[in-house]
């Protein structure tokens, strides 16, 4: 079976850094994703790791242990634009689907 | 398209009755990928097209839900005698491994039964 975890919510004050943790149990792992949501609209891409370590891009960074079932998506220099829900996906081969973990409301105050 | 286009946005039905959503994927992207959303949960995967092999309809809820898709372009879902527990936010996504395999969603079909 698959089992993804991640928190419900989290705050943090513009300006600050947040981490956004995931864990999974899966049978059969390929790649994990994460996705950014804001209200009302869908899912887009943030990152994609296949491989064990951290992947940067601007202000957001993805990290991924497969060892330990284990990612985090760090977003550095809050902007209020940056409330929405993020959500991390496991997909066990290249183009196959996606599952999702429950996503992460983050709310960014001033 | 430059996008993944899902139409109708909104549809409010009664319980009972027929519906069908389309889903207009990235030209060129051979997947095409049905999700479903709750109020306030993940996706939850229903169904994927992947060219021309047999479709994964293992997420499928019920009989009630089927959907088709005409070779690498358009695909509808269609929820048979819906139900109050069918209303969500049905979203759509589509990849290419040339671009990466990454799945681009469109902005869903937001079902209310009544």
């Known amino acids: 079976g698959q089992n993804i975890d991640q928190p419900t919510e989290m705050t943090a004050t513009e300006g600050a850094i947040v981490q956004i943790n995931c864990t999974y149990q899966t049978s059969g792992f390929n790649g994990l994703f994460w996705y950014q949501q804001h209200a009302g609209e869908a899912p887009t891409f943030l990152s994609y790791?296949?491989?064990?370590g951290l992947e940067e891009k601007g202000r957001f960074s993805s990290f991924l242990s497969r060892s330990k079932g284990y990612s985090y998506l760090l977003l550095k220099e809050l902007q209020m634009k940056d409330s929405a829900s993020y959500l991390c996906?496991?997909?066990?081969?290249?183009?196959?689907?996606?599952?999702f973990g429950g996503g992460t409301r983050v709310l960014v105050k001033p | 398209g430059a996008g993944v286009s899902q139409s109708p946005s909104n549809k409010v039905t009664e319980k009972g009755k027929d519906v069908e959503l389309r889903c207009d994927p990235i030209s060129g992207h051979t997947a095409l990928y049905w999700y479903r959303q709750r109020l306030g949960q993940g996706l939850e995967f229903l169904i994927y097209f992947q060219g021309n092999s047999a479709p994964d309809k293992s997420g499928l809820p019920s009989d009630r839900f089927s959907a088709e898709r005409t070779g690498e372009s358009v695909s509808t879902l269609t929820i048979q005698r819906t139900q109050q527990e069918d209303s969500a936010v049905y979203l759509c996504?589509?990849?290419?491994?040339?671009?990466?395999?990454?799945?681009?969603f469109g902005a869903g079909t937001r079902l209310s039964v009544l």
């Open positions: 996906a496991v997909t066990k081969a290249a183009g196959n689907k996606l599952t």
């Open positions: 790791n296949v491989l064990d």
């Open positions: 996504a589509s990849s290419a491994p040339r671009a990466g395999n990454i799945q681009y």
